[in-house]
């Protein structure tokens, strides 16, 4: 299996479960925005870690990902249907803060902006 191989599948998942949690789950403990970051494969196609970010407080969080680690089945389920190779993997959903770490760092660099502007 060649390592453009694997990108190309990592991508396709990507977009099928955006898809699917957006239009597709109708879970209430599923936070309106969740996004779906990065999907990585392993290179047997057994297991497909999926990396969700979601905008909220700790609580939604927290039940986003219980909602998504509930309703995995189904994902898998409508990823087999979607997606015809000869694995469908098993989903392993993992909270990724990278999105909220750039906004504070963000902030932050606004704010050494702004005390520069106030010195001169």
Known sequence: MSFSRVNRI??????????II???IRDPRIAEFTSVVLVDVTKDLRYAKVYVSIMG????????????KSAAGFIRKELGTRVKLRY????????DNSIEYGMHINELLKGINKSEEDIK
């Not at 990592?10 to 898809?19: C, L, T």
């Open 10 to 19: 990592n991508e396709e998942y990507k977009k099928e479960i955006s898809d």
């Open 22 to 24: 957006k239009n597709d």
């Open 57 to 68: 407080d700790d609580k939604s969080k927290n039940d986003t990902i219980a909602g998504l």
């Open 88 to 95: 469908t993997p098993e989903i392993i959903f993992e909270l």
